[in-house]
């Protein structure tokens, strides 16, 4: 029988996060607020999967194999994505803003800015996914 063993691994950088609002125009969610990632960035993210099979050449032409494979084999569940919507307020973006003038953002009709300050969204920076967890897939494979 002929044994066969697998590993691949991947890690990706942090991802930068927006801080989003509604464009009076485009709509929601196509406002920056804030330049990306001027507040926040996720953490970086790696999975290691794995790979084990065992072949037995049953004839000439017939193989059979069984195999196993593991994903995310560490069951690292980190962040990968959050809720980016500040507020569903149609704003102009803070030019060179920073997160302290986030509190003093203005929402806009008929792309005129009000004096009014939007209301911030309760879900903003929330969790919205992570990483799948350890999940694994067991076969046979019949050749001829």
Request: net charge neutral; aromatic share 10%; proline share 4%.
């Amino acid at each position: 029988g002929l044994v066969i063993l697998g590993a691949s691994f991947r890690a990706q950088s942090g991802v930068p996060h927006n801080t989003l609002a509604a464009h009076p125009i485009y709509g929601q969610g196509e406002s920056y607020l804030l330049p990306r990632g001027e507040l926040y960035r996720s953490p970086a993210t790696s999975q290691l999967d794995t790979h084990f099979s065992y072949g037995r050449q049953l004839s000439k032409t017939t193989r059979l194999e069984g195999f196993i494979d593991i994903f995310n084999l560490f069951n690292s569940q980190t962040e990968t994505d959050i809720d980016e919507i500040y507020t569903i307020n149609a704003a102009l973006p803070i030019v060179g803003g920073d997160g302290e003038d986030l509190a003093h953002a203005k929402s806009t009709v008929s792309r005129r800015q009000t004096s009014n300050v939007v209301t911030k969204s309760l879900n903003y920076g929330k969790l919205n996914a992570h990483q799948a967890p350890l999940t694994g897939q067991l076969g046979f494979r019949l050749t001829f």
